[in-house]
């Protein structure tokens, strides 16, 4: 019997991991069509050799990218916390910097003392570097329109502002759940940070 998870997956991390899934169905058929390939051509020319390596190398990029993006859907709860630090929420998104440019594909972390940014292998070696802000210095969660940073295009982003800096933005595939758990983890995250009489 599996044990429930503390905190609890959110509407959020369970849409990205059905569009993690969601990718599977394309690899396979474009498999298959590099399968279809490879066995009507018996007369082993070097076509067939390239169609061979060409699908070996699709699948193994194939396997890892999917491995990679279902693991960054809850890397969150592995994120290393100090005594007296609970975790509250967490999500795989892409990170928008204020100067514009593409998303840095990361994983973000709340707990009750702060929120952290960890960006992923290929988002370093891009330049994307880990940050964190205070939670007393995180202020409200809204869904913006997609601004003049037009690198990355799509309709609208999660912006999370910061007391004396710029704003935080965040971008997946489901925008009103990620802002909708960001803001209900956020009041939670001030709860918890509380002092008890």
């Known amino acids: 019997m599996a044990t429930a998870l503390d905190p609890p997956v959110t509407a959020s991390e369970r849409a990205v991991r059905r569009s993690v899934l969601g990718q599977l169905p394309l690899f396979a058929i474009l498999g298959a069509i590099i399968c279809a390939q490879l066995v009507f051509r018996t007369n082993g020319d070097g076509l067939s050799w390239a169609f061979l390596a060409l699908f070996v190398v699709f699948a193994v990029l194939g396997a890892a990218q999917i491995a990679g993006d279902l693991r960054a859907v809850g890397a969150w709860r592995l994120v290393v916390t100090e005594p007296g630090e609970t975790l509250v929420w967490g999500t795989s998104a892409q990170r928008i910097l204020p100067t514009g440019g593409g998303g840095y594909a990361g994983v ?5 003392t702060r929120l952290r940014y960890i960006p992923r292998a290929l988002a370093r070696i891009r330049g994307a570097s880990p940050a964190e802000w ?17 690198r990355v295009r799509g309709s609208r982003w999660v912006v999370l502002s910061v007391e004396q800096e710029d704003p935080i933005t965040l971008l997946n595939n489901h925008q009103d ?13 001030r709860q918890q940070s509380r002092p008890t009489d």
């Not at 205070?134 to 037009?150: A, F, M, Q, W």
């Not at 758990?181 to 995250?189: G, P, S």
């Open 108 to 112: 973000f972390a709340l707990s009750s």
């Open 177 to 189: 759940l990620l802002a909708d758990d960001l803001h209900t983890a956020l009041l939670r995250a």
């Open 134 to 150: 205070s939670l007393d210095r995180l202020g409200t969660v809204s869904i913006e329109p997609n601004d003049h940073r037009k």
